[in-house]
């Protein structure tokens, strides 16, 4: 009889799972499940190194694993009999790939077991048997096991608990606002398995915006993991810190706060933490040290927890360059999507928008992209803080464009009807024509006095 289990591998994966190495353990964390842990012990030690790994954002250490009294004494010393490390993201592959083929074994054993069984009645449903074990053969091809993959309406359905959920059901995981109140009144937000593309003109506001939306859902009690693959950890806290308080950025950036904002500036923090606290959100900028493909990011922010994640921004993801970066981006862009949906979570990928107003480098990031939302930056519309939001593409949204107020400045970007959009226009303008007179005013003194 073949061999339906590797107890080495198992400990090898699940000492994987808590190395230090955080690419290693996302990689084992975002390979498996737990059905590909057949042993009792093994698949306690997974449950309890996955819930610490979620609830915490990094992996146990081993040796406080194995000491830990509410891991139950029969796991700790199952585990002490581990002496194999993964030491490299391709041992990492490899071992998941070991865990697969025996997951892949014992499901067929299973299955041959169930056809048996079905065989040995005394009435056999040849066509039914044949769609059971159709379907259970499709689950076992899929490189990590997943519950109900097809869904039936008719014959073997399995559609109802679906219908309810959508019927009767309010539920949390289906689609999340966006915090912009014409946008969500009118689509409710954005569908969890989605990918979002935000795509806007150089210095337009793309990171202001990707910062708002993430400050926004933290607070709401999602687990966000902001990716800023250009500005440091220091400018990312000022920019929030900036929009918290309402404060200049550049005021915070280069230290030049009075005793009185700085006392503002810590009390609004510690409200904002407070509140995510209770509702058990989490806004995470995870900011790698070196460069990093797609492939390796996206794995390592489920180790958070994530819900959504925003890449700040694609253009600057390791192994996009060269000439044929338009297909590369277009990789990218697939392969977020496709994380997305089998995390049932949000990639939000940020692109630069050419002066044509295309997505550039690329037009298959826009056609993977189950939403996208353009602007064009001028030095008008900046100076009138109004950012004019246009909607390439919805899943089952209503398109139109829409604007927000943008102050730059603080970093904050809020909602801005057609009417307060015009009355900050015609303030703006009242204001420059000001400043023009009291130029001119300037300009005749000097003359008069020359």
């Not at 992209?369 to 004019?388: C, G, P, Q, V």
């Amino acid at each position: 009889m073949a061999k339906l289990i590797s107890t080495k591998t198992e400990l090898a994966v699940l000492r994987g799972l808590c190395s230090v190495k955080k690419k290693i353990s996302a990689k084992l964390l975002s390979g498996t499940d737990e059905t590909y842990f057949h042993n009792e012990s093994s698949l306690d030690a997974y449950k309890k190194i996955r819930h610490l790994i979620l609830r915490s954002g990094s992996a146990p250490l081993w040796r406080d694993l194995i000491e830990d009294p509410s891991v139950s004494e029969e796991t700790r010393d199952y585990l002490k009999e581990n002496r194999t490390r993964i030491k490299t993201l391709e041992e990492a592959a490899s071992a998941v790939k070991i865990l697969n083929k025996y997951r892949q074994l014992r499901g067929l054993f299973n299955v041959g077991e169930d056809i048996l069984n079905k065989l040995q009645s005394r009435k056999v449903d040849a066509s039914d048997l044949l769609e059971r074990t159709s379907d259970a053969v499709t689950k076992l091809r899929l490189t990590k096991s997943l519950k109900d993959v097809a869904m039936h309406i008719g014959k073997n359905n399995n559609s109802y608990d679906v219908v309810k959920k959508l019927l009767y059901e309010t539920s949390e995981n289906t689609f999340i606002p966006t915090g912009f109140r014409d946008y969500d009144t009118r689509n409710g937000g954005f569908f969890y398995k989605s990918l979002v593309v935000i795509a806007g003109t150089t210095g337009g506001g793309k990171s202001a915006l990707a910062s708002q939306m993430a400050i926004f859902w933290a607070k709401l009690g999602v687990n966000v993991v902001l990716v800023p693959l250009e500005m440091s950890k220091e400018e990312q806290m000022g920019r929030f810190l900036a929009n918290a308080a309402r404060i200049d950025v550049r005021k915070i950036l280069l230290q030049r706060l009075t005793d009185d904002e700085k006392e503002l500036v810590e009390k609004k923090y510690r409200r904002y933490v407070k509140k995510t606290k209770i509702r058990e959100g989490r806004y995470t900028v995870f900011k790698p040290e070196e460069d990093m493909s797609i492939e390796e990011i996206l794995p390592i922010t489920t180790t958070y927890g994530a819900k959504i994640v925003l890449i700040d921004y694609i253009s600057l993801l390791k192994g996009v360059s060269g000439d044929d970066q338009w297909q590369k981006l277009g990789e990218v862009a697939r392969y977020s999507k496709i994380f997305a949906s089998n995390n049932n979570m949000i990639v939000v990928l940020l692109a630069q928008l050419s002066e044509d107003g295309l997505v550039r480098y690329s037009r298959t990031i826009a056609e993977h992209a189950d939403y996208l939302w353009k602007f064009m930056s001028t030095r008008e519309s900046r100076e009138n803080e109004i950012l004019n939001i246009e909607q390439g593409k919805g899943r089952n949204a209503e398109l139109f464009p829409f604007s927000l107020r943008a102050q730059l400045n603080i970093m904050r970007l809020s909602d801005l009807s057609r009417e307060e959009a015009e009355s900050l226009q015609e303030a703006r303008k009242k204001k420059k024509k000001g400043e023009t007179k009291s130029r001119e005013k300037y300009l005749d003194d000097i003359a008069d006095a020359e």
